[in-house]
Protein backbone atom coordinates (compact mmCIF):
# COMPACT_ATOMS: atom_id res chain seq x y z
CA UNK A 1 0.00 0.00 0.00
CA UNK A 2 1.45 3.29 -0.73
CA UNK A 3 1.42 6.39 0.78
CA UNK A 4 -1.33 7.84 -1.53
CA UNK A 5 -3.31 4.75 -0.69
CA UNK A 6 -2.81 5.14 2.93
CA UNK A 7 -3.74 8.78 2.82
CA UNK A 8 -7.19 8.09 1.42
CA UNK A 9 -7.85 5.50 4.04
CA UNK A 10 -9.55 7.87 6.51
CA UNK A 11 -10.34 4.81 8.89
CA UNK A 12 -6.28 3.78 8.42
CA UNK A 13 -4.78 7.90 9.68
CA UNK A 14 -7.47 7.81 12.38
CA UNK A 15 -6.29 4.48 13.96
CA UNK A 16 -3.07 5.93 13.83
CA UNK A 17 -4.08 9.26 16.14
CA UNK A 18 -5.58 6.97 18.09
CA UNK A 19 -2.52 4.77 18.95
CA UNK A 20 -0.43 7.86 18.94
CA UNK A 21 -3.02 9.39 21.01
CA UNK A 22 -3.94 6.63 23.83
CA UNK A 23 0.39 6.35 23.74
CA UNK A 24 1.32 10.24 24.73
CA UNK A 25 -1.85 10.68 26.96
CA UNK A 26 -1.01 7.33 28.91
CA UNK A 27 2.60 8.46 29.14
CA UNK A 28 1.68 11.82 30.43
CA UNK A 29 -0.83 10.20 33.02
CA UNK A 30 2.02 7.75 34.30
CA UNK A 31 5.03 10.04 34.47
CA UNK A 32 2.85 12.54 36.43
CA UNK A 33 0.69 10.32 39.05
CA UNK A 34 1.27 6.26 38.73
CA UNK A 35 5.20 6.41 38.92
CA UNK A 36 5.16 8.39 42.29
CA UNK A 37 2.83 5.32 43.88
CA UNK A 38 5.89 2.23 42.79
CA UNK A 39 7.26 0.47 45.59
CA UNK A 40 10.88 0.78 44.20
CA UNK A 41 10.56 4.55 43.47
CA UNK A 42 8.88 4.80 47.30
CA UNK A 43 11.75 2.87 48.79
CA UNK A 44 15.01 3.97 46.36
CA UNK A 45 17.61 6.60 47.78
CA UNK A 46 17.62 7.93 44.47
CA UNK A 47 14.13 8.94 44.07
CA UNK A 48 15.25 12.40 44.21
CA UNK A 49 16.55 12.51 40.61
CA UNK A 50 12.74 11.69 39.30
CA UNK A 51 10.48 14.44 38.94
CA UNK A 52 7.82 14.25 41.73
CA UNK A 53 5.46 17.60 41.12
CA UNK A 54 4.50 18.98 37.75
CA UNK A 55 6.73 22.46 38.11
CA UNK A 56 9.75 19.66 38.83
CA UNK A 57 8.27 17.84 35.57
CA UNK A 58 7.59 20.83 33.39
CA UNK A 59 11.68 21.90 33.93
CA UNK A 60 12.23 19.09 31.27
CA UNK A 61 11.85 19.29 27.19
CA UNK A 62 10.66 16.23 27.00
CA UNK A 63 8.24 16.84 29.19
CA UNK A 64 6.89 20.02 27.32
CA UNK A 65 6.94 17.70 24.14
CA UNK A 66 4.58 15.05 25.33
CA UNK A 67 2.25 17.55 25.82
CA UNK A 68 2.82 18.93 22.27
CA UNK A 69 2.90 15.53 20.98
CA UNK A 70 -0.88 14.92 22.82
CA UNK A 71 -2.06 18.22 21.92
CA UNK A 72 -1.19 17.24 18.27
CA UNK A 73 -3.15 14.33 18.02
CA UNK A 74 -6.22 15.43 20.11
CA UNK A 75 -5.96 18.43 17.30
CA UNK A 76 -5.71 15.68 14.71
CA UNK A 77 -8.69 13.29 15.65
CA UNK A 78 -11.01 16.53 15.78
CA UNK A 79 -9.63 17.34 12.50
CA UNK A 80 -10.22 13.76 10.89
CA UNK A 81 -14.36 13.64 12.34
CA UNK A 82 -15.05 17.77 11.51
CA UNK A 83 -11.94 18.70 9.56
CA UNK A 84 -10.88 17.26 6.64
CA UNK A 85 -7.67 15.94 5.54
CA UNK A 86 -8.05 17.00 1.48
CA UNK A 87 -4.67 17.54 0.47
CA UNK A 88 -5.19 21.59 -0.66
CA UNK A 89 -8.62 22.72 0.43
CA UNK A 90 -10.39 25.86 -1.10
CA UNK A 91 -11.18 26.68 2.57
CA UNK A 92 -9.83 24.82 5.27
CA UNK A 93 -11.83 24.98 8.75
CA UNK A 94 -10.07 26.47 11.21
CA UNK A 95 -9.00 23.47 13.12
CA UNK A 96 -7.08 22.06 10.60
CA UNK A 97 -5.37 24.88 9.45
CA UNK A 98 -4.15 24.99 13.29
CA UNK A 99 -3.36 21.30 12.88
CA UNK A 100 -0.67 22.24 10.09
CA UNK A 101 1.12 25.05 12.11
CA UNK A 102 1.20 22.77 14.94
CA UNK A 103 2.75 20.47 13.34
CA UNK A 104 5.06 22.48 11.57
CA UNK A 105 6.67 24.68 13.94
CA UNK A 106 6.26 22.62 16.94
CA UNK A 107 5.55 19.25 16.98
CA UNK A 108 8.06 17.62 14.32
CA UNK A 109 11.27 20.02 14.92
CA UNK A 110 10.39 19.57 18.53
CA UNK A 111 10.18 16.18 18.43
CA UNK A 112 12.92 14.97 17.04
CA UNK A 113 15.35 17.92 18.62
CA UNK A 114 14.50 15.81 21.91
CA UNK A 115 15.16 12.31 20.61
CA UNK A 116 18.21 12.73 18.64
CA UNK A 117 19.56 14.94 21.28
CA UNK A 118 18.63 13.01 23.68
CA UNK A 119 20.08 9.90 22.26
CA UNK A 120 23.27 11.06 20.95
CA UNK A 121 24.10 12.52 24.58
CA UNK A 122 23.13 9.25 25.74
CA UNK A 123 25.46 7.18 23.65
CA UNK A 124 28.69 9.51 24.36
CA UNK A 125 27.65 9.10 28.00
CA UNK A 126 24.50 8.20 29.18
CA UNK A 127 25.14 9.59 33.00
CA UNK A 128 24.31 13.42 31.44
CA UNK A 129 21.08 12.21 30.88
CA UNK A 130 19.80 9.49 32.07
CA UNK A 131 21.86 7.94 34.76
CA UNK A 132 21.64 4.12 35.54
CA UNK A 133 20.75 4.71 38.79
CA UNK A 134 17.29 5.33 37.32
CA UNK A 135 16.86 2.27 35.54
CA UNK A 136 15.67 0.29 38.27
CA UNK A 137 12.59 3.09 39.24
CA UNK A 138 11.87 4.75 35.69
CA UNK A 139 10.51 1.96 33.62
CA UNK A 140 12.07 1.53 30.29
CA UNK A 141 9.10 1.84 28.37
CA UNK A 142 8.19 5.22 29.40
CA UNK A 143 11.90 6.25 28.95
CA UNK A 144 10.69 4.96 24.82
CA UNK A 145 7.47 6.58 25.19
CA UNK A 146 9.21 10.28 26.19
CA UNK A 147 12.41 9.84 23.37
CA UNK A 148 11.37 7.11 20.75
CA UNK A 149 8.35 6.72 19.99
CA UNK A 150 7.24 10.30 19.63
CA UNK A 151 10.08 10.58 16.58
CA UNK A 152 8.53 6.99 15.33
CA UNK A 153 4.88 8.77 15.15
CA UNK A 154 5.56 12.27 14.00
CA UNK A 155 7.95 10.53 11.26
CA UNK A 156 4.62 8.02 10.27
CA UNK A 157 2.74 11.47 10.12
CA UNK A 158 4.99 12.97 8.13
CA UNK A 159 3.96 10.56 5.38
CA UNK A 160 -0.09 9.99 6.48
CA UNK A 161 -1.00 13.28 6.68
CA UNK A 162 -0.57 16.62 4.29
CA UNK A 163 -0.21 19.81 5.86
CA UNK A 164 0.40 23.43 4.59
CA UNK A 165 3.48 25.09 5.86
CA UNK A 166 3.35 28.85 7.38
CA UNK A 167 5.13 31.38 5.85
CA UNK A 168 8.55 30.41 6.62
CA UNK A 169 9.46 33.47 8.55
CA UNK A 170 5.97 33.05 10.79
CA UNK A 171 6.81 29.49 11.88
CA UNK A 172 10.90 29.69 12.29
CA UNK A 173 9.43 33.00 14.67
CA UNK A 174 7.27 30.60 16.63
CA UNK A 175 9.65 27.75 16.97
CA UNK A 176 12.44 30.40 17.93
CA UNK A 177 10.29 31.99 21.13
CA UNK A 178 8.96 28.60 22.33
CA UNK A 179 12.95 27.87 22.55
CA UNK A 180 14.02 30.90 23.66
CA UNK A 181 10.97 30.46 26.26
CA UNK A 182 12.13 27.32 27.39
CA UNK A 183 15.55 28.52 27.63
CA UNK A 184 14.94 31.39 29.94
CA UNK A 185 12.90 29.28 32.06
CA UNK A 186 15.82 26.64 32.77
CA UNK A 187 18.14 29.51 33.70
CA UNK A 188 15.22 30.53 36.33
CA UNK A 189 14.93 27.32 37.84
CA UNK A 190 18.91 27.45 38.13
CA UNK A 191 18.50 30.69 39.67
CA UNK A 192 16.09 29.36 42.65
CA UNK A 193 17.19 25.98 42.82
CA UNK A 194 20.86 26.06 42.40
CA UNK A 195 21.06 23.04 39.61
CA UNK A 196 21.01 22.52 36.34
CA UNK A 197 18.18 20.94 34.89
CA UNK A 198 20.79 18.91 32.83
CA UNK A 199 23.26 17.09 34.31
CA UNK A 200 25.45 18.08 31.23
CA UNK A 201 24.77 21.46 31.69
CA UNK A 202 26.66 21.31 35.20
CA UNK A 203 29.76 20.10 33.35
CA UNK A 204 30.09 22.99 31.12
CA UNK A 205 31.49 26.34 31.64
CA UNK A 206 30.19 29.49 30.77
CA UNK A 207 31.21 29.95 27.23
CA UNK A 208 30.27 26.08 26.63
CA UNK A 209 27.13 26.63 27.58
CA UNK A 210 26.54 28.98 25.39
CA UNK A 211 27.75 27.30 22.46
CA UNK A 212 25.46 24.48 23.40
CA UNK A 213 22.45 26.18 23.99
CA UNK A 214 22.85 27.85 20.51
CA UNK A 215 23.77 24.94 19.02
CA UNK A 216 20.55 23.56 20.56
CA UNK A 217 18.63 26.53 18.99
CA UNK A 218 20.20 25.92 15.56
CA UNK A 219 19.88 22.59 15.10
CA UNK A 220 15.89 22.83 16.22
CA UNK A 221 15.49 25.65 13.74
CA UNK A 222 16.84 23.49 11.44
CA UNK A 223 14.85 20.93 11.73
CA UNK A 224 12.04 22.98 10.80
CA UNK A 225 13.57 23.37 7.47
CA UNK A 226 14.23 19.96 7.10
CA UNK A 227 10.24 19.23 7.73
CA UNK A 228 9.27 21.81 5.75
CA UNK A 229 11.88 20.42 3.02
CA UNK A 230 10.63 17.30 3.84
CA UNK A 231 6.72 17.45 3.99
CA UNK A 232 7.28 19.40 0.11
CA UNK A 233 9.22 16.55 -1.14
CA UNK A 234 6.97 13.27 -0.23
CA UNK A 235 3.60 15.24 -1.24
CA UNK A 236 5.10 16.95 -4.28
CA UNK A 237 3.41 14.90 -7.06
CA UNK A 238 0.22 14.38 -4.97
CA UNK A 239 -0.49 18.71 -4.67
CA UNK A 240 0.35 18.88 -8.24
CA UNK A 241 -2.39 16.20 -9.02
CA UNK A 242 -4.56 17.88 -6.50
CA UNK A 243 -4.35 21.62 -8.14
CA UNK A 244 -4.52 20.24 -11.83
CA UNK A 245 -8.24 18.41 -10.56
CA UNK A 246 -9.11 21.29 -8.38
CA UNK A 247 -8.82 23.38 -11.88
Known sequence: MTKVELYKSRVFVTIIHLCALGQFAYGLYYSSFEIQRSYKLKTSPNRRLVPESLPQKIKLLS???????????????????????????????????FKDWLMATLAFPVAINVGVTFWTLYAIDRELVFPKVLDPVFP?????????????????????????????????????IFM???????????????????????VLHLPQRILFFAAVVGFTLSLYLLGEFLNNTVWAKEVKLAKRKAN
Open 180 to 202: GAYLVWIHVVKHYSGVWVYPVLE
Open 140 to 176: SWLNHVLHTNIVVFIVLELFISYRSYPKRSQGLAGLA
Open 63 to 97: YWSLIIQALYYIVSLVNDFVGTNELTPKKPPAVRR
